[in-house]
């Protein structure tokens, strides 16, 4: 187990981790003031490619939360990294948001929201815009045979009245429609991880992944040989970590429970 006195970066998750929906958790201010006041660093990172940074810069300065975009890493950003290292697509169909397909075409991504010639890849994320339309032609692009590549496998988004699908389910309806999976490039894959240390110069050592589901936030600490926290305050239980593989390397209530440990530098969470 590593040392929680160390930890210097620290990789937030968000919806369920430091806010839920519209309200910040209390202790969220006072544990990023306290990173910032001890020399250390935060990113936030997210699975949700329903949203640029500059939309969450927007949301979190309506919390109260002062941040730039060089604080946030998304799946769009792993995304656009994959596909820029990858072979050249000619054309890319993306099916998520308004933002997402932006966001991509900034990046110098060739992409297209309908069908035509000419696409070789079909990218899915996280559509607070979904229509029939888009999964008609996402069954009909999977049954020709393109590539399938998705953000994240979340199965929900947490909302103040409970959840609503996210990719994950998504794509198990395309699943059960073409036979067809995608490859991920969100958590709980590592790239999010490995692009966070890249970009910080921070070891694996000295950083803690912290969020509310084992099956994404934590796994991807896990994967990329990165200590994990797990916080009850969101989507993941007592009993789900009962039940999973996945082990985190501590547990903590909330955000705050996290910030009296590290102020203490001892664990005051339940160990693995």
Same mark, same amino acid.
């Given at each position: 187990m590593g040392d929680i006195g160390r930890k210097r970066l620290f990789l937030l998750d968000m919806d369920g981790t430091i806010y839920l929906d519209n309200d910040l958790f209390p202790g969220t201010k006072p544990f990023l003031d306290w990173v910032r006041e001890t020399g250390g660093r935060y990113l936030f990172l997210t699975?949700?490619?329903?949203?640029?940074?500059?939309?969450?810069?927007?949301?979190?300065?309506?919390?109260?939360?002062?941040?730039?975009? $060089?604080?946030?890493?998304?799946?769009?950003?792993?995304?656009?990294?994959? /596909?820029?290292? +990858? =072979?050249p697509r000619r054309l890319c169909y993306v099916f998520g948001t308004e933002s997402f397909r932006s966001q991509l075409s900034e990046a110098g991504i060739p992409v297209t929201d309908h069908l035509e010639e000419g696409i070789d890849c079909l990218l899915i994320g996280f559509?607070? $815009?979904?229509?029939?339309?888009?999964?008609?032609?996402?069954?009909?692009? /999977?049954?020709? +045979? =393109?590539?399938?590549?998705?953000?994240?496998?979340?199965?929900?988004?947490?909302?103040?009245?409970?959840?609503?699908?996210?990719?994950?389910?998504?794509?198990?309806?395309?699943?059960r429609a073409t036979g067809r999976r995608p490859r991920v490039i969100g958590k709980p894959q590592r790239a999010m991880v490995d692009l966070a240390l890249r970009c910080t110069g921070i070891p694996a050592e000295e950083a803690l992944v912290v969020g509310d589901r084992l099956y994404t936030d934590i796994a991807c600490g896990v994967n990329a040989g990165v200590d994990t926290a797990f916080v009850l305050s969101g989507e993941g239980t007592l009993a789900d970590l009962a039940a999973s593989d996945v082990k985190p390397t501590w547990v903590f209530d909330d955000i705050a429970a996290l910030h009296r440990a590290l102020r203490e530098g001892e664990d005051h969470g339940q160990h693995r």
């Open positions: 699975n949700n490619s329903s949203r640029s940074a500059a939309a969450y810069v927007e949301k979190l300065g309506r919390l109260g939360i002062g941040a730039e975009k $060089e604080d946030f890493l998304t799946s769009v950003d792993a995304l656009i990294a994959d /596909l820029q290292a +990858g =072979v559509d607070t $815009e979904l229509t029939f339309q888009k999964l008609e032609d996402a069954c009909i692009l /999977l049954n020709r +045979g =393109v590539d399938f590549i998705a953000t994240n496998p979340d199965w929900v988004c947490p909302t103040w009245y409970g959840s609503v699908p996210d990719c994950g389910s998504v794509c198990e309806m395309l699943f």
